[in-house]
């Protein structure tokens, strides 16, 4: 600690103001992608689209049985799956652009698409 008997008043105010741009640049520039729509796949195939404004339920078949998917005002999920682990069902629910619940077993996935993502599911 010997080094602090070396910094001045303006070294004190230059990293406060350091300090205060990076938290101020926190709300700008993490923005994350708001989820507009919900897009179900079946089998690598586009099942479909749906607008997260809306509350409703859909059934999509599989190999093994039916998935139950959810969606609410701004957000969806899968509610059920026959797969043995349920990995898809406890993502929960998904919100945010990008965000992505895949149920291998049954081929079934759901993923969350907005104006600005900011990943893609492979990275994610």
């Known amino acids: 600690m010997r080094w602090l008997r070396y910094l001045?008043?303006?070294?004190?105010?230059?990293?406060?103001l350091a300090a205060a741009g990076v938290a101020a640049s926190f709300p700008l520039l993490w923005q994350d992608g708001q989820g507009e729509r919900a897009v179900i796949r079946q089998?690598?195939?586009?099942?479909?689209?749906i607008a997260l404004g809306e509350t409703r339920e859909i059934l999509v078949p599989g190999p093994l049985g039916m998935t139950r998917i959810a969606v609410e005002k701004g957000r969806a999920r899968i509610a059920a799956d026959p797969g043995?682990?349920?990995?898809?069902?406890?993502?929960?629910?998904?919100?945010?652009?990008?965000?992505i619940?895949?149920?291998?077993?049954?081929?079934?996935?759901?993923?969350?698409?907005?104006?600005?993502?900011?990943?893609?599911?492979?990275?994610?």
Do not use: H
């Open 8 to 16: 001045r008043p303006g070294d004190w105010f230059l990293a406060l």
């Open 84 to 99: 043995p682990r349920q990995y898809c069902v406890r993502q929960g629910w998904l919100a945010r652009a990008g965000e």
């Open 43 to 49: 089998e690598g195939r586009i099942f479909m689209e």
């Open 101 to 124: 619940a895949i149920c291998a077993p049954n081929r079934v996935s759901l993923a969350i698409v907005g104006k600005n993502t900011p990943y893609d599911s492979l990275n994610y």
